[in-house]
């Protein structure tokens, strides 16, 4: 575990990745973030991400079970982790509207996935919501830098990266496809091998060129000075997914539901994610210089139900 592909798989690991993979080497650049200012978001946009993924057991230990119709202790752990997760983003200073909105879409893309692993049959238009909705960890990555800086998003920028953080996914998605094949996880081209056979790549290239003329319609509308730069970063982050697919590996296997995490192991994820959540708060008044106040008890469910963003943990 001590050994770089052994912390790059943890929790913090993956958060980390994800950190640096979209929110400095894309969002800071797009969004020309002060290097200063830098410094004192980073810490509270890891700590969010890592809460993350603590909690990605609790879709993944469901995916067979229909959680509106099943309404057990996971279905209340989703709303009570909302209602949580607000109060911490509210102590971080890092609530707006932006940031609101992204909460009720991480919950529909919760339920959007649920719904449709427990089904056990996947539609295009199902796979290309997913895939659409996936992103919204970064996305609320994003708009809690504005939040935290005090300013209003630019929609044409916002706007602009939508097709990209989709394109990135995708690519993610086939960097890792034998990966997720072996694993059964969630995986676009594997649905796409599902509903198509041998025209999946055919199928889903159709849909990346869609989605990259999208960004590029939107490139062009930039001024010509900063059209170049931004290109540049957006493309490094999509590359996989306008390059040539893998070899199908036949029908992706239904996930097996794994087994309810141990209870102590549950409890010490609670303590961990809290531990990191005060620290961030505490390091975000720090850099502001003032002192902070007394965090408010932010009660934590007992199965905790951050809208997950499944196996988004993988890094380039």
């Known amino acids: 575990m001590n050994t770089p592909a052994g912390l790059a798989a943890t929790p913090l690991g993956k958060a980390a990745g994800i950190v640096r993979d979209y929110v400095l080497r894309m969002y800071y650049v797009v969004d020309e973030v002060p290097r200063r200012q830098r410094l004192r978001l980073t810490p509270v946009l890891l700590g969010v991400e890592y809460l993350v993924y603590r909690v990605d057991s609790l879709a993944e230990r469901n995916a067979a079970v229909d959680l509106d119709a099943v309404r057990g202790s996971d279905y209340e752990a989703f709303h009570t982790y909302k209602r949580a997760f607000e109060k911490v983003l509210r102590l971080l200073r890092a609530w707006n509207d932006d940031v609101a909105f992204l909460v009720d879409e991480a919950e529909r893309f919760v339920r959007l996935e649920n719904g449709t692993t427990s089904r056990g049959t996947v539609a295009r238009e199902d796979v290309l ?35 990209v953080e989709v394109l990135a996914d995708i690519a993610n998605d086939l960097r890792h496809y034998e990966q997720d094949v072996a694993a059964g996880t969630l995986n676009v081209y594997a649905a796409f091998v599902e509903l198509f056979g041998d025209a999946a790549a055919t199928e889903l290239r159709r849909e990346v060129d869609r989605y990259e003329a999208m960004f ?73 210089g003032r002192t902070p106040a007394s965090p408010m008890p932010v009660p934590l469910p007992p199965h905790i139900g951050l809208p997950p963003h499944i196996e988004r943990g993988r890094t380039s």
Do not use: N
């Open 129 to 163: 919501a997913m895939v659409e909705l996936r992103p919204t960890d970064v996305r609320l990555l994003r708009a809690m830098t504005f939040a935290l800086r005090g300013r209003p998003m630019d929609t044409a920028t916002r706007d602009l990266l939508w097709p």
């Open 216 to 288: 590029l319609e939107r490139l062009s509308a930039l001024p010509p000075d900063r059209r170049a730069r931004i290109a540049g970063v957006c493309r490094r982050r999509y590359a996989e997914a306008v390059q040539p697919y893998p070899r199908t590996a036949g029908h992706r296997p239904r996930p097996p539901r794994p087994p309810p995490p141990p209870a102590g192991g549950l409890r010490k994820g609670v303590a961990v994610g809290g531990a990191l959540t005060v620290g961030a708060l505490a390091a975000a008044a720090y850099r502001r």
